[in-house]
């Protein structure tokens, strides 16, 4: 079982920065694949980034390339979301979800409960 808790959320304006943190907890929760999944109001939840559990590959979404950074630190079971250039339309509930599927994007059986996002404009 690994439980996954995102922090970091809040309102911005756009053009502005976040930076999401998800911590994992439980058992081989630094051995996976994790990465980001987001949600906006009426809409399916879609993928956002993706990093392998060594940190050395990373995958986006298109709309997210040069605009949101995905790092990880395996000594604190931690991974990030560094969120720059941000648009109104990014405004969504963000999920750390893990096992990931990196080169297909598909997300794996463990969730956190979200952190809203909301980019004024």
């Known amino acids: 079982q690994v439980q996954l808790e995102e922090s970091g959320g809040g309102l911005v304006p756009a053009g502005g920065s976040l930076r999401l943190s998800c911590a994992a907890s439980g058992r081989v929760a630094s051995s996976y694949a994790m990465g980001w999944f987001r949600q906006a109001p009426g809409k399916e939840r879609e993928f956002v980034a993706a990093?392998?559990?060594?940190?050395?590959?990373?995958y986006y979404a298109d709309s997210m390339k040069g605009r949101f950074t995905i790092s990880r630190d395996n000594a604190k079971n931690t991974v990030y979301l560094q969120m720059n250039s941000l648009k109104p339309e990014d405004t969504a509930v963000y999920y750390c979800?893990?096992?990931?599927?990196?080169?297909?994007?598909?997300?794996?059986?463990?969730w956190g409960q979200g952190t809203q996002v909301t980019v004024s404009s």
């Open positions: 979800n893990a096992p990931v599927r990196l080169r297909v994007a598909v997300p794996g059986d463990y």
């Open positions: 990093i392998s559990w060594s940190g050395g590959s990373s």
